[in-house]
């Protein structure tokens, strides 16, 4: 069976595979020709042009990127985090993009490219392997959807022999409707990429990538970054490469040294500064006084004006550090407001339980003894029932505020667990039964604790709120 071409369309597939292996061919070795030393660079906004280890990452409105120091090995690398009101953005990812356009050409581009032109060489066999009219169009279509988008996808690469194959499949596509009868042709435009590009920038000199560290530690608005720069530096300084001039070196060196001891002197303002400022809002709000912590803000934000701003971070911690005692302040002032207004009742609760507690507190030493198994003899164990029975009543009688509802319920329990007690140590009497008088025992062991804990309670209700 043969198969039948107009002229035309058969005349385009082949200079296209015959073009495909050409191009592929002749170009084989130029993605080895490109420069695949360019460096990452971020652009700072006074113009500096910082060499980076590796490509940067932005992270909200921060970005961050590795810098090698000295030798430049991973061993001397620097991590910086600055942010982007620093850099210039546009220009940096710009910048990378050409980098990142360089090393894929220089690496993956040249195979990604003969995939490309193997896919295109394949549906152009497919089209002379098929007699259906309108199956060529289709492979051809689909196999010139995949070119139209390659060059965006892949930096540009290749982008003006790319453009020649997708302007011989149109042709192509055109004459194969044309022979099918198909008079409607669907125009897919993509827009023409083009390989990324920047300048080049050369490798700095040692003394050059010196600078750049040192601009870039006054960018950073972060004071561990800038002195870990520095000091980093200065390292390298102290073991100078050659190109170092004694002048410059001098020259550099100095404002390093200076810039460190700034550092360290501003560390230890704001260390005071955050010392003097928790220490008197702490004291201020264990007064309750509200207003005293507010002043205490007022005056860090005064001293940090003073100071330059040169801590944000750390203010903004030390400010919501005292805002936190500002609200202990006004709780507390609230807590002891409440507190002076039902201390009344509270003393009158007071006044009620004087008495039963006092009762309670009288029949300390006959518990004592029912808890050591070691009495009260019979006449007294009979007294003290009564004792504790009056208790008790007087107890249930009276009705606790709801402030003191906790200790009203404790010594409720005290006074019954204490009249338990002896009635048990006087079972235990009749009965001869020791594993009752071990259980009385237990009763007043548990009253005796109950009634100091509703002691040490009610005195607690009674004095003013404390700051917690």
């Known amino acids: 069976m043969f198969i039948v071409f107009p002229a035309r369309p058969v005349r385009l597939i082949v200079v296209m595979m015959l073009g495909i292996a050409l191009h592929a061919a002749g170009n084989a070795s130029s993605a080895e020709q490109r420069a695949n030393d360019v460096s990452f660079r971020v652009f ?15 992270v909200g409105e921060r970005i961050i990127f590795l810098v090698a120091i000295g030798s430049g090995g991973p061993e001397h690398l620097q991590v910086v985090n600055l942010p982007l009101s620093s850099v210039d953005l546009a220009k940096t990812e710009q910048y990378a993009l050409a980098v990142r356009a360089a090393r894929y050409a220089a690496t993956e581009g040249e195979a990604d490219y003969a995939v490309l032109a193997a896919s295109v060489a394949k549906a152009l066999n497919g089209v002379a392997a098929t007699n259906s009219p309108l199956e060529r169009v289709q492979i051809v279509e689909q196999v010139r959807g995949v070119v139209a988008t390659w060059t965006r996808d892949h930096y540009g690469y290749r982008a003006n022999d790319v453009r020649q194959i997708q302007a011989l499949l149109d042709e192509v596509v055109s004459d194969l409707r044309a022979d099918a009868g198909v008079n409607q042709f669907d125009l897919n435009l993509v827009a023409s990429v083009e390989p990324p590009a920047a300048p ?46 004694g002048d410059w070196l001098k020259r550099t060196r100095n404002a390093a040294y200076d810039a460190i001891a700034e550092e360290m ?11 003097t400022a928790v220490a008197r809002a702490l004291a201020a ?15 860090i934000r005064r001293r940090d004006e003073r ?55 009288g029949a300390r030493k006959s518990l004592d003894a029912i808890r050591r198994l070691s009495g009260p003899d019979p006449e007294v164990l009979a007294r003290l029932r009564e004792r504790l029975g009056r208790a ?14 906790g200790v009203h319920a404790t010594l409720i329990s005290a006074c019954q667990l204490a009249l338990r007690s002896a009635d048990i140590r006087e079972r235990a009497i009749e009965s001869g039964d020791l594993q009752l008088a071990w259980n009385a025992a237990s009763a007043a062991a548990g009253a005796m604790m109950l009634l100091a804990q509703a002691r040490d309670q009610l005195q607690a209700a009674l004095r003013p709120p404390e700051l917690k």
Do not use: C
């Open 200 to 245: 080049a920038l050369p490798k700095p000199t040692p003394a050059e990538a010196i600078e750049q560290v040192l601009r870039v530690a006054r960018a950073s608005d972060v004071a561990a970054d800038r002195l870990a720069l520095l000091r980093a530096a200065l390292r390298v300084l102290e073991r100078p490469s050659p190109g170092m001039s």
């Open 307 to 361: 100071l330059g701003r040169k801590r944000p971070d750390e203010v903004a911690g030390l400010v919501a550090s005292v805002q936190n005692h500002l609200e202990a302040a006004r709780r507390l002032r609230l807590a002891r407001d409440r507190w002076r207004l039902r201390y009344p009742m509270l003393r009158d609760y007071q006044d009620l339980v004087r008495r039963p507690m006092q009762q309670l507190a």
């Open 285 to 299: 709000a264990s007064r309750a006084d509200a207003p005293g912590v507010e002043e205490v803000l007022d005056d």
């Open 392 to 405: 008790n009543q007087m107890v249930l009688r009276i009705a606790a505020p709801a402030d003191v509802a």
């Open 44 to 58: 700072l906004r006074d113009g500096t042009a910082v060499v980076t280890y590796g490509d940067f990452a932005r």
């Open 265 to 275: 002197r501003t560390d230890r303002a704001y260390r005071d500064l955050a010392w």
